[in-house]
Structure formats: structure tokens, C-alpha cells
């Protein structure tokens, strides 16, 4: 019963589905309340964790494949406070579009089930079936909108791309488990012998199914057009949510297993990086569609946190866990800015949609001013911080390559970023957007840009709390 404990959140979240689905059916026009329904979900998981993360242990659950510890905890909460504010965040965008189904917070929750169950999965096979469940949710999000032809291109293009992700994943799980005759982590770790260049496939099949994931250079190809195509809500969600999870992924499967491999998976591990860093910098220039410029802009930040796990040191992993957090902290930001974008129940997100915004809005110019500059990485912001831990992970290995590419795609991404804020401050000014916003909204903006000002003042208070990560 007590390690029952330890798996609480999922077996709670795992009811709540079925209770919520149960009432979806018998209770008609019942949209509303499942919304509801679903944050409170949330917010008790949330609680749940939360208590868990406070005196969680390492410890292993049914025969191994299950592990509870701070790492589990920590990204999980994140996950689920993630997931919270971005159903809160776009509850009048789904009004708005009549998208407000009883099926979205429902299809929202399994997604953040899958990604619970990857965040503690230290076996193969779990690990595949918590990002199955989370994809196949993710497949009918993005194609939500079906009035729209974008969103049924934007779910198709992403089912097609990501199944075969998934087989060239679930064909390098097999290899791994022919030459290593186990699918725990820790039993592979164990059985590393001279086969341990075979072994090198498998993991190569799996980093390239994780990449997908992620959205990581060469296997981006899927991101501008869903992106674009998908709800705003639902692009919000892929931006942050995911990518929590997949990186957590990476963490517990580069460095439990195959730690001892690390000369293998450690130059792949850099090429991700430095193609995703400078790819997402250049490509986002020509970008006129705001959400298209979000997704170039997020395979350039995975490609950061991706250079802390190239080091192979805890401090990395911890510097990449970081970074995740505050990206998410930027993007919640960014999003409630372009979910402002409101005239006559009409959504804008291109970027001439934002010139001269600061002459009617000068409050949301402001908070869009910080949350760009914080995204390019100019001190004293958050944004900063986050590459700063990076790179001083990656100098302290002796990695210098690494971090100059890095600082000198900083340079690039720093163009766009400042673009927007000249398009903003100096263009035109167009027809004034609508000021009805939702509390949640304006809460959420408001906090997020508070916390990339003032980060600079306690930056220790975050690192306190990584640095009881200790996976090596």
C-alpha cells in the first residue's frame, strides 16, 4: 500500500479521466463543467505531487519499471502546473471558436497522463506506452479545429511524421532488447558487455524518435506547419508541455542505462544541439506568422537545453532542467500576449498584426518587450539566467565549440526578437484590439513577466531546489 503512495498522481489522474468521461456522456451540454472539472483535476494532482516532492525518496516500483524520485517529482509538477495554465489561459479562445468540447480537457488530461507515466518510466516498454497515450492525444488536438483546413492538415501531418518517429523508436527499443536480453534501465546498465557497439543502433533509433518529439534539427520538419495550423490553445500546449516530459526522457535514458556509453551518444547529442540552435536562429528571420516564428524560436531554446545534457555531469542536467522551467515560464507569457490579439471574436497572429501596438496597448507592449528580450537572452532577464547556467555546464567540460556556436546563435535569435519589438514600438499603428480579457489571462501575463524581471534578484531560490537532482 505505501508504494501505491508513490504512484498516486497517475492512479487519480487515471479515475478522473474515467469519471469525467462517464459524465460527459450522461450529462448533455456538460462542456463547461468538465472544464472546470478538469483544472480542479489538476490542481489536486498538482497538490499531490507537490506533497511527494517534499519527502520523496529514490525508490523502484513494480519489479523496477516504475522509479519515484526528485527528478520524477519536480518535472511532473512542472508538467501538471504547465498543463494547468494553459487550459486556463485559452478557456475564451476555445469559447470563441465553439471548440469548447467536452472531449479537449479530457484529450489535455491523457496527454499529461502519458507524459507522467514517461517522466517515471525506467523500462522500455512503459516508457513507449506513456508516449503512445500522450501522442495519440496530441494527434487529435492539433487537428481539433475541423471547420478549420489548416487544423485537419496541421493533425494529419503530425499523425503521419510522428508514426513514423515511433517505429524507428520502437525498432531501436527491440535492438536494445536483443543485445542486452532486458528492457529495465538498470539491468541493461548491468549487462553491458562487447556487444556494447550494437548496442550504439539502438540507442541512435531512439534518440532519433525522442528528437521527433522534441523537435529537434533534423526532425523539425513537422513543427512550423502544425504549429501554425493547430488551435492557438492547442499550440500553446505543444510548445511547453511535451517538451518537459521528452526532455526528462532523454535524461533518464542517456544517463541511467548508458552512462558508460556516453562516447557514443555524446557527439549525436551535440549535433542535435548546435543544428538546432543555429537552424531555429536563422530560419525564424523570415518568418510572418507569429506562431510559425514560436516554433523556429522553440527548436533554437530546445537546442540549449540539449547542450547541457551533452556534458554528462549532473550540473548539466541540471542547468538543461532550468532552462526548461523558465522557457516555460517565457512562453506562458508569450502566449497570453497573442492570445490578446482580440477584435470582434477574431484571433490575429502575424506579425503586422503588431505594428504599432504600443500606442493603444502599452501595457501589453511592455510585458511583450520583457518577454522578448528575456527569449533573446539580454541580462538581467530570466532568459539570461537560463542560457548563462547552460553554458557555464558546458565551459566547465571544456566544450568550448559547444558554447561559442551557441553564444554566436544567441547573436542571431537576439534579430528577430529585437524585429518584433521595433515592429511594435516604431510602425504604424493599426485598429485598437479588444480589452475584455479574461482575469486568468491577464493574471497569467502579469506573472510571467514579473517573475523574468525579478528572477535576477533571487536567482539561488531555483537553483536551490534543481540541484537535489542527482542522477550520475
Known amino acids: ?55 520523496v525518496e529514490n525508490t523502484l516500483l513494480f519489479n523496477g519499471s516504475v522509479v519515484i524520485d526528485y527528478l520524477a517529482s519536480f518535472m511532473k509538477f512542472i508538467t501538471i502546473i504547465a498543463a494547468l495554465m494553459a487550459l ?110 550494437v548496442l550504439t543502433f539502438g540507442i541512435v533509433f531512439i534518440l532519433v524518435g525522442l528528437a521527433f518529439k522534441i523537435s529537434a534539427v533534423p526532425f523539425h520538419m513537422w513543427a512550423p506547419d502544425v504549429y501554425e495550423g493547430s488551435p492557438t490553445s492547442v499550440t500553446l500546449f505543444f510548445t511547453i508541455v511535451p517538451k518537459i ?84 515560464v517565457m512562453n506562458l507569457g508569450l502566449f497570453s500576449c497573442l492570445l490578446m490579439l482580440k477584435r470582434n471574436d477574431q484571433y490575429y497572429e502575424t506579425l503586422d498584426d503588431l505594428s504599432g501596438l504600443s500606442k493603444n ?23 539570461f539566467f537560463a542560457k548563462f547556467y547552460v553554458f557555464m555546464a558546458v565551459i566547465e567540460q571544456s566544450m568550448y565549440f559547444l558554447a561559442i556556436i551557441g553564444l554566436l546563435s544567441t547573436v542571431i535569435a537576439a534579430f528577430y526578437y529585437l524585429r518584433i519589438i521595433k515592429i511594435i514600438y516604431f510602425d504604424q499603428e493599426k485598429e485598437k484590439y479588444d480589452s475584455d480579457h479574461s482575469f486568468w489571462l491577464k493574471f497569467s501575463l502579469t506573472v510571467s513577466t514579473i517573475l523574468i524581471l525579478i528572477y535576477f534578484i533571487f536567482p539561488s531560490q531555483i537553483i536551490d531546489v534543481v540541484s537535489r537532482i542527482n542522477i550520475i
Not at 6 to 23: K, W
Not at 268 to 297: D, E, H, P
Request: with cysteine; net charge neutral; proline share 2%.
Open 88 to 197: 486556463i489561459v485559452s478557456s475564451n479562445y476555445l469559447k470563441t471558436f465553439k471548440i469548447l468540447k467536452i472531449e479537449y480537457p479530457i484529450l489535455v488530461i491523457c496527454a499529461v497522463l502519458g507524459m507522467m507515466v514517461m517522466i517515471s518510466s525506467n523500462d522500455l516498454i512503459l516508457f513507449y506506452i506513456g508516449l503512445e497515450l500522450q501522442s495519440l492525444s496530441l494527434y487529435v488536438l492539433s487537428s481539433f479545429n475541423r471547420d478549420e483546413v489548416k487544423s485537419s492538415e496541421a493533425g494529419l501531418k503530425y499523425f503521419v511524421l510522428s508514426a513514423l518517429s515511433s517505429g524507428l523508436l520502437l525498432y531501436g527499443c527491440s535492438l536494445i532488447y536483443g543485445f542486452s536480453g532486458s528492457t529495465n534501465f538498470e539491468i541493461i546498465a548491468n549487462n553491458l558487455d562487447s556487444d556494447q557497439y
Open 1 to 55: 500500500m505505501e508504494n501505491l503512495n508513490l504512484v498516486l498522481p497517475e492512479i487519480f489522474i487515471s479515475l478522473a479521466i474515467m469519471f469525467l468521461l462517464i459524465l460527459g456522456v450522461f450529462k448533455k451540454d456538460s462542456s463547461k463543467l468538465i472544464h472546470n472539472f478538469s483544472l480542479i483535476i489538476l490542481l489536486i494532482t498538482g497538490g499531490i505531487i507537490f506533497n511527494e516532492t517534499l519527502t
Open 245 to 328: 516530459a521528452a526532455l526528462t526522457v532523454f535524461i533518464r535514458f542517456l544517463y541511467v542505462p548508458f552512462i558508460n556509453l556516453i562516447d557514443q551518444w555524446q557527439m549525436i547529442l551535440i549535433f542535435l544541439s548546435i543544428a538546432s540552435m543555429v537552424f531555429g536562429a536563422v530560419a525564424a528571420i523570415g518568418q510572418k506568422n507569429i506562431k510559425r516564428l514560436i516554433a523556429y524560436s522553440s527548436i533554437s531554446h530546445i537546442g540549449y537545453a540539449l547542450a547541457g545534457l551533452t556534458t554528462g555531469t549532473n550540473e548539466g542536467i541540471q542547468s538543461s532542467v532550468i532552462y526548461i522551467t523558465i522557457y516555460f
Open 361 to 383: 496597448h502599452p501595457l501589453l507592449s511592455l510585458s511583450l518587450l520583457v518577454i522578448l528580450f528575456s527569449l533573446a537572452g539580454i541580462p538581467p532577464l530570466a532568459g
